[in-house]
């Protein structure tokens, strides 16, 4: 057996017993390999990926243009491993001129691995999103502050495109003060797009309206582990994906997010899935509560520096 294999088995083991919830194999993509040696002379490893996002794409809202990501495999040693893989990672960036603006180092980690927080601290990244997961039916969250008016929740559909797009903009204009997104220039051009096809495919979209007036917006969809990217990251099956929330800023703590939400869960429910993910931004003051409150809790923490060269 190789060395990398062995890592990635005694690597897989410890995953396994931190947190039932992650997927039994940590998948490698293409990359450039890196290799360090932490004190003592053992070897640990990894790949890292560049991609490089087009101006002006989806992607872009919510990354850097030029994102380097690094996939540790660090075995039993996630701290002093990590550490010498960091260390190993900031001179291949300065060794390949990695972009001073608009340029991120990342590195997704279970949530659980506190023995990896400490380095990654310490190299200069930031937890900026979670991918945080719910199971089909966790208890329920008591009732808060009662809703005023007339509230209907309904399903969207694409006469409501407008309503849409204005409150997903609420949020990603939120989001750009507390964590990874950014508004670019045509942004308002990139949501109409994606909410205009997931309205027209009949995606589990939902408005909150209050009086008769969007209030509220829950942008969802269906995930096939099989069939997405990223789904290594996730227990094998048919999940549901919460894109995005949006409540307007009047109708905040009305308990009218908690009430959509609910709806949405239902629907999940009742199509079987394994659980539904979304990501959130722990530095968000509104997110961070909502979320744990709705029974999600954090899988994978993408933690990020930008720019790239600002790793220590």
């Known amino acids: 057996m190789s060395r990398a294999q062995e890592l990635l088995d005694a690597q897989g083991a410890r995953f396994a017993a931190l947190d039932p919830w992650l997927p039994g194999r940590y998948l490698l993509p293409r990359g450039e390999p890196i290799m360090a040696r932490i004190p003592g002379g053992e070897a640990v490893a990894g790949l890292v990926a560049h991609t490089r996002h087009e101006p002006g794409s989806q992607q872009s809202l919510w990354q850097a243009l030029d994102t380097f990501e690094l996939f540790p495999v660090v075995g039993e040693r996630p701290r002093t491993g990590m550490d010498a893989l960091l260390t190993a990672?900031?001179?291949?960036?300065?060794?390949?001129?990695?972009?001073?603006?608009?340029?991120?180092?990342?590195v997704m980690w279970p949530s659980r691995d506190v023995e990896a927080t400490r380095t990654l601290l310490d190299h200069g990244f930031a937890p900026l999103s979670v991918l945080a997961v719910r199971p089909p039916s966790p208890e329920p969250e008591a009732p808060n502050t009662k809703l005023s008016g007339t509230v209907k929740i309904r399903r969207a559909g694409p006469?409501?495109?407008?309503?849409?797009?204005?409150?997903?903009?609420?949020?990603?204009?939120?989001?750009a003060l507390v964590g990874a997104s950014t508004r670019r220039p045509n942004a308002r051009?990139?949501?109409?797009?994606?909410?205009?096809?997931?309205?027209?495919?009949?995606?589990?979209?939902?408005?909150?309206?209050?009086?008769?007036?969007?209030?509220a917006v829950a942008e969802c969809g269906w995930f096939d582990t099989e069939r997405h990217e990223g789904g290594h990251r996730l227990r094998p099956g048919r999940w549901a994906y919460v894109n995005c929330v949006?409540?307007?800023?009047?109708?905040?703590?009305?308990?009218?997010g908690r009430e959509l939400m609910a709806v949405a869960h239902e629907e999940f429910a009742r199509a079987g899935t394994v659980g539904s993910f979304l990501?959130?931004?722990?530095?968000n003051p509104l997110s961070s509560?909502?979320?744990?409150?709705?029974?999600?809790?954090?899988?994978?923490?993408m933690w990020e520096v930008r720019p790239a060269t600002a790793l220590r």
Do not use: M
């Not at 994606?194 to 309205?199: F, K, N, P, Q, T």
């Not at 949006?246 to 009218?256: F, H, K, N, Q």
């Not at 990501?279 to 530095?283: K, T, V």
């Open 159 to 175: 006469a409501d495109l407008d309503a849409v797009v204005e409150l997903t903009l609420a949020e990603l204009d939120y989001a």
């Open 279 to 283: 990501y959130y931004n722990p530095p």
């Open 89 to 106: 990672w900031r001179a291949q960036l300065a060794q390949h001129g990695a972009p001073s603006t608009d340029s991120s180092c990342v």
């Open 289 to 301: 509560v909502f979320w744990p409150r709705q029974g999600y809790r954090p899988l994978w923490t």
């Open 246 to 256: 949006s409540v307007r800023d009047e109708a905040r703590g009305t308990g009218i």
């Open 189 to 215: 051009e990139l949501k109409r797009g994606s909410a205009g096809v997931r309205l027209h495919a009949g995606d589990p979209v939902w408005l909150a309206e209050l009086d008769g007036r969007p209030v």
